[in-house]
Nanobody
Framework: QVQLVESGGGLVQAGGSLRLSCAAS????????MDWYRQAPEKQREWVAT???????YYWPSVKGRFTISRDNTKNSVYLQMNSLKVEDTAVYLC??????????WGQGTQVTVSS
């Protein structure tokens, strides 16, 4: 079992930056691949970025070069640094934890609103 709590969302102007955090508890954090997703109103949940247990990173094309995913296994946390934010980045951002065997765990999400 893994419990995930996101934080760091808020209201920011277009072109600004935010850093999201996701704190994990309950299991061996370093063994999990960690993902960030986002869900805008009336849209499907969209994958944003992944950092694997081996520290490989992957990004959705529309955020590559603007967002950076990282993790600190000593703090059981994963981060999403978001720069050059656009109005279309507005969404609830959720982190998830998964392993090759076993389920996927989700946090409750944090709202990011980018104003023009």
């Amino acid at each position: 079992q893994v419990q995930l709590v996101e934080s760091g969302g808020g209201l920011v102007q277009a072109g600004g930056s935010l850093r999201l955090s996701c704190a994990a508890s309950g299991s061996v954090f370093s063994s999990y691949h960690m993902d960030w997703y986002r869900q805008a109103p009336e849209k499907q949940r969209e994958w944003v970025a992944t950092i694997t247990s081996e520290l490989s990173t992957y990004y959705w094309p529309s955020v590559k070069g603007r967002f950076t995913i990282s993790r600190d296994n000593t703090k059981n946390s994963v981060y999403l640094q978001m720069n050059s934010l656009k109005v279309e980045d507005t969404a609830v951002y959720l982190c998830s934890a998964r392993r090759t065997v076993g389920g996927t765990y989700w946090g409750q999400g944090t709202q990011v609103t980018v104003s023009s």
